[in-house]
Nanobody, 112 residues
Framework: QVQLVESGGGSVQAGGSLRLSCAAS????????MAWYRQAPGKERELVGS???????KLADSVKGRFTISRDNDHKEIYLQMNSLKPEDTGVYFC??????WGQGIQVTVSS
């Protein structure tokens, strides 16, 4: 059974940075497209960005230039580096593996 565990969330002031990590418990990791989603209070879950096994990334327009996705296939982890955070980045961030597997989510709160 696939398990995804997010870490690194917390509270930060606008303009600050956070780095999220997601550790995956799967036999083979590098074949999967991984992604970060987020859900703000009262809103639908949205895609933040994705990364293929070979490191090709896509980011939502709202975070381009501020967020970076990376992965370490040897350690079966992905990361979300979030810089220049804004209050509208507040929400629960979820790690996703292969579109169908989800982590439990981790809270990110950005205060103005």
């Amino acid at each position: 059974q696939v398990q995804l565990v997010e870490s690194g969330g917390g509270s930060v002031q606008a303009g600050g940075s956070l780095r999220l990590s997601c550790a995956a418990s799967v036999k083979v990791f590098h074949i999967y497209i991984m992604a970060w989603y987020r859900q703000a209070p009262g809103k639908e879950r949205e895609l933040v960005g994705s990364i293929t096994g070979d490191g090709t990334t896509k980011l939502a327009d709202s975070v381009k230039g501020r967020f970076t996705i990376s992965r370490d296939n040897d350690h079966k982890e992905i990361y979300l580096q979030m810089n220049s955070l804004k209050p509208e980045d507040t929400g629960v961030y979820f790690c996703n593996l292969g579109t169908i597997n989800w982590g439990q989510g981790i809270q990110v709160t950005v205060s103005s």
